[in-house]
């Protein structure tokens, strides 16, 4: 029999969730809460192991076993990275799309959202991953950073788009009150929740 640790499953339910999310978003139809009738409760069970799995790998982050920066914050400096690198695709993404968005990229999931701003917080999150590399991940090379970068941005757009249409398909316009003006906590995680097991798995596999 193949025995399984408990980072093997935990490892693989991340995998799971992180692909069948992506494949959720791009399925033409998408059954609703009412149709699923009785099986309902694995949509809420669903949702409950997505945040919890995803937003894991930033203690993962932390805490892993791979090599870390210089000095005796190295855990911190990998979340640091992730942060600002995600933080900077959001950026880009808002300050190119909205001076230079001309070109929808899905109307009926984000009508906001333009090939310009997604290329603009590409740029920059690529940027910023390669600015940052070698001050807080020396183990780190620059083109293993650019390629990551390249990665954190695209999981970071996609979970923005995931974020969208769940808001489309539950017929809200924000996922909660509790940060006014900002459309819910949600809002400010989706980017992150989709890019973290791409920092979380890619230092793991770039650093040994």
């Given at each position: 029999a193949l025995a399984l640790g408990p980072r093997a499953v935990v490892?693989?339910?991340?995998?799971?969730?992180?692909f069948a999310s992506i494949l959720w978003l791009f399925s033409p139809r998408v059954p609703s809460e009412r149709k699923l009738g009785p099986w309902a409760w694995v949509?809420?069970?669903?949702?409950?192991?997505f945040l919890g799995l995803f937003?894991?790998?930033?203690?993962?982050l932390e805490?892993?076993?791979?090599?870390g920066g210089p000095g005796p914050q190295g855990g911190s400096a990998r979340v640091f990275y992730a942060l600002v690198v995600v933080?900077?695709?959001d950026t880009g993404a808002y300050v190119c799309g909205?001076?230079?968005?001309?070109?929808?990229?899905w109307p009926a999931v984000s009508p906001r959202k333009t090939w310009e701003g997604a290329i603009g917080g590409t740029v920059l999150a690529v940027a910023a991953a390669i600015l940052l590399a070698r001050p807080l991940l020396s183990g780190l090379s620059l083109?293993?950073?650019g390629f990551l970068g390249l990665l954190a941005a695209a999981a970071a757009q996609i979970g923005d788009l995931f974020e969208s249409r769940l808001k489309r398909k539950a017929g809200v316009k924000d996922s909660g009150t509790f940060l006014?003006?900002?459309?819910?906590?949600?809002?400010r995680l989706d980017s992150l929740l989709f890019a973290a097991p791409v920092f979380s798995y890619g230092l793991n596999l770039l650093l040994g």
């Open positions: 490892n693989a339910l991340t995998a799971l969730f992180w949509l809420h069970l669903g949702g409950a192991l937003l894991a790998c930033l203690g993962r805490g892993g076993p791979w090599p933080w900077a695709c909205s001076l230079l968005g001309r070109r929808r990229m083109p293993a950073a006014p003006g900002h459309g819910g906590v949600l809002d």
